[in-house]
């Protein structure tokens, strides 16, 4: 099982790789910086990368706008403006808004969660 995982993980960080030089035009995106501010931020909250806490896992967020060409400016939109949003307990609140004053952390914050 143990090994079974560290393969999946190796194959897919083959695969990130690959994919990251074959891209070029696109800026490499900083996880570690993306990270960063999401903690910062308390993201982490509410989401996980691959699993369900009280909102959607990032991966899911990243496999529903596969492929869409306006999924950076939807996902942009989505952690500036402070749109409503159900919670997994039936309550509303105001998404949270990401605190930077630079729009590049946001662009990489942003391409982090569509390339999970
Ligand atoms: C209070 C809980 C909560 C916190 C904290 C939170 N989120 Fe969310 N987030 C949600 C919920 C609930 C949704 C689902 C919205 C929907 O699909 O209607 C969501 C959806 C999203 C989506 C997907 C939007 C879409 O269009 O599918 C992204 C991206 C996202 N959050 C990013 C972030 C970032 C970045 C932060 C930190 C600044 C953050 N979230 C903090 C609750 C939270």
Request: aromatic share 4%.
């Amino acid at each position: 099982m143990r090994t079974l995982l560290s393969a999946n993980l190796l194959a897919a960080a083959l695969t990130a790789l690959v994919m990251s030089t074959a891209s070029s035009p696109v800026l490499a995106v900083d996880a570690e910086a993306a990270q960063t501010l999401a903690k910062q931020n308390k993201c982490f909250k509410c989401h996980a990368i691959d699993k369900k806490k009280e909102a959607i896992p990032w991966k899911e967020v990243a496999a529903k706008y596969k492929g869409k060409p306006d999924a950076e400016a939807k996902l942009t939109k989505h952690v500036t403006t402070g749109p409503k949003v159900k919670l997994d307990d039936g309550t509303e609140e105001e998404h949270p808004m990401v605190k930077t004053k630079n729009p590049d952390e946001i662009k990489n914050l942003v391409n982090y969660i569509l390339g999970l």
